[in-house]
């Protein structure tokens, strides 16, 4: 949990394994509120701090924002306020927002001591962060430790005192290697995936193209088949129309019929050989009688 500090303003507790900044006792707080040269206006903002700082104390986050928030409106420039806010969004699990009231800090507050706290906290917020990218995307996790350590170093720079930073610093470069080493197993994973793909579509091309072979000469031979059998089609259709055209030039013999002069000889040889016949019958035999009606 939070406690106490300089100016009633609350430090954060660090992750698992991170360390907190030590306590500061009660009575600081109290000495250091009588000690802040607030205005006369702005009495009623300290109020609400000490206000907020107890309902944050209970664990009643809500209530201890809103009441940092009508003391921010009553004195907007104090960057004590903003601190108290970024650790109760902290709490609340508001990570961005929480990074965004620390940055306030750094911009208002000339005091190196608050100032070295609350880049301390944006170093907390960042590992945070990336404790949460870190099962999902290990690169956005990466880069949140290395932001996390850069707040480190920035808080050690305005307080050299500040045992814990340089504790979390090696924490989160412990942190850093073993995701490092995540991302490269990945990355080995992910290649040799790629290439046992690889491996199995080159004989599934190489299938792929004997089919397209095979296919366009099954292609070819039946191109060669429908050609032949067109040929062959075309050179019935041609013997067909020649014998056709053959049978309309020759005369069929039932259908010929004789000139008018061969039929006239005809008969008068067929009367001729008649007469022979009964000749020669009247002569071995008795006449018939014949009978002229």
């Known amino acids: 949990m939070g406690s106490p500090n300089i100016y009633g303003l609350k430090i954060e507790n660090m992750l698992t394994n991170f360390r907190h900044i030590p306590h500061i006792p009660g009575w600081m707080v109290v000495i250091a509120f009588l000690l802040c040269p607030w205005p006369v206006a702005a009495e009623s903002a300290r109020d609400l701090v000490m206000s907020g700082n107890s309902a944050y104390e209970a664990g009643e986050y809500e209530k201890a924002l809103a009441e940092y928030e009508?003391?921010?409106?009553?004195?907007?420039?104090?960057?004590?306020?903003?601190?108290?806010?970024?650790?109760?969004?902290?709490?609340?699990?508001?990570?961005?927002?929480?990074?965004?009231a620390y940055e306030r800090v750094s911009v208002k507050n000339a005091d190196p001591v608050l100032a070295a706290r609350s880049r301390f906290n944006m170093g907390n917020t960042a590992v945070q962060r990336a404790e949460q990218e870190r099962a999902t995307d290990l690169k956005k996790a990466l880069a949140g430790y290395q932001a996390g350590v850069r707040h480190y170093r920035d808080a050690l720079n305005l307080d050299?005192?500040?045992?814990?930073?340089?504790?979390?610093?090696?924490?989160?470069?412990?942190?850093?290697?073993?995701?490092?080493?995540?991302?490269?197993?990945?990355e080995?994973?992910?290649?040799?995936?790629?290439?046992?793909?690889?491996?199995?579509?080159?004989?599934?091309?190489?299938?792929?193209?004997?089919?397209?072979?095979?296919?366009?000469?099954?292609?070819?031979?039946?191109g060669d088949k429908e050609k032949d059998s067109e040929g062959e089609q075309e050179k019935g259709d041609k013997d067909q129309k020649e014998g056709e055209q053959g049978e309309e030039d020759e005369p069929h013999p039932e259908l010929e019929v004789p000139?008018?002069?061969?039929?006239?000889?005809?008969?008068?040889?067929?009367?001729?050989?008649?007469?022979?016949?009964?000749?020669?019958?009247?002569?071995?035999?008795?006449?018939?009688?014949?009978?002229?009606?």
């Open 188 to 222: 080995e994973q992910q290649k040799a995936l790629e290439s046992l793909k690889d491996e199995k579509s080159e004989p599934e091309q190489k299938k792929d193209q004997d089919q397209d072979k095979q296919g366009d000469k099954q292609g070819d031979k039946q």
């Open 160 to 186: 050299p005192n500040l045992s814990d930073a340089v504790h979390n610093i090696e924490v989160s470069r412990l942190h850093i290697r073993q995701i490092m080493e995540e991302i490269r197993k990945q």
């Open 259 to 293: 000139p008018p002069d061969q039929t006239a000889r005809d008969l008068l040889n067929e009367e001729k050989e008649n007469r022979r016949l009964r000749q020669m019958q009247s002569t071995h035999g008795p006449h018939p009688v014949e009978k002229d009606w």
């Open 70 to 100: 009508k003391a921010g409106a009553k004195d907007p420039e104090s960057a004590h306020i903003d601190f108290n806010k970024g650790n109760v969004y902290y709490r609340k699990g508001d990570f961005d927002s929480a990074m965004s």
